[in-house]
């Protein structure tokens, strides 16, 4: 079975400062791997994904996030925040066979302070 | 190109009651998954339609269940509500291109409150 663990439910960060979400996965098999954001009341908008390929991933808003297989991580960087990035952020797993079933970690809130 | 939309945006329902809950996906997209989002237990899988066949389920009870028309419009129905179903239920549509699915786009939500 596939799970998601990311480390702290709430990062508070300064503006202009780096952004660090962590995110571990679990998979039997490779992985489909992604990062969601949630502003309130809204779904979920995709930031970026991993599939295969290059395990530097670069997504929407300047954020990134690097693939590391020895270390079943996924963890998303962005190197200076900004007041809107202040959202709920969840990292994502799927199988290769059938991405369609996501299983998502518990979120991390993100607090961006003047 | 339209995004996914669902409809309704809120709703309000008594326990015993049922409800049913529509998702219009992306043009062209034939896959719809729902999935359930509450502060206890975050998002979870509740099931995926293609070409109108349910191909894969969570693990909810028969409560839920969906189903999805040949248009790729996709309904999900709640019977017998109970308080614990108070939830934001997100629709996800996606693409298939050479037999592999890309990824999810997201709904708004349907908010769902079981008083």
């Known amino acids: 079975a596939q799970s998601v663990t990311q480390l702290g439910s709430h990062v508070s960060v300064s503006e202009g400062a780096l952004v660090l979400l962590r995110c571990n996965y679990s998979s039997s098999v490779p992985p489909y791997l992604f990062w969601y954001v949630q502003y309130p009341n809204q779904g979920l908008q995709l930031l970026l994904k991993y599939t295969t390929g290059a395990t530097l991933v670069k997504g929407i808003n300047g954020f990134e996030a690097e693939f590391k297989k020895s270390e079943t991580s996924f963890h998303l960087t962005k190197p200076s925040a900004h007041m809107s990035d202040a959202a709920e952020y969840f990292c994502?797993?799927?199988?290769?066979?059938?991405?369609?079933?996501?299983?998502f970690g518990q979120g991390t809130r993100l607090t961006i302070n003047p | 190109k339209a995004g996914v939309t669902q409809t309704p945006r809120y709703l309000i329902k008594t326990r015993g009651q049922q409800v049913t809950l529509s998702c219009s996906p992306i043009?062209?997209?034939?896959?719809v998954s729902w999935y359930q989002q509450t502060p206890g237990q975050g998002l979870q899988f509740l099931f995926e339609?293609?070409?109108?066949?349910?191909?894969n389920k969570g693990n909810f009870p028969g409560r839920f269940s969906g189903r999805q028309f040949s248009n790729s419009r996709s309904e999900m129905n709640v019977s017998t509500l109970e308080l614990g179903d108070s939830a934001l239920y997100l629709c996800?549509?996606?693409?298939?291109?050479?037999?592999?699915?890309?990824?999810?786009?997201f709904g708004p939500g349907t908010r769902l409150t079981v008083l």
């Open positions: 339609y293609f070409s109108e066949t349910q191909r």
């Open positions: 994502a797993v799927s199988d290769r066979g059938g991405a369609q079933k996501l299983v």
């Open positions: 996800a549509s996606s693409s298939v291109t050479g037999g592999r699915y890309n990824e999810q786009f």
């Open positions: 043009s062209g997209h034939r896959s």
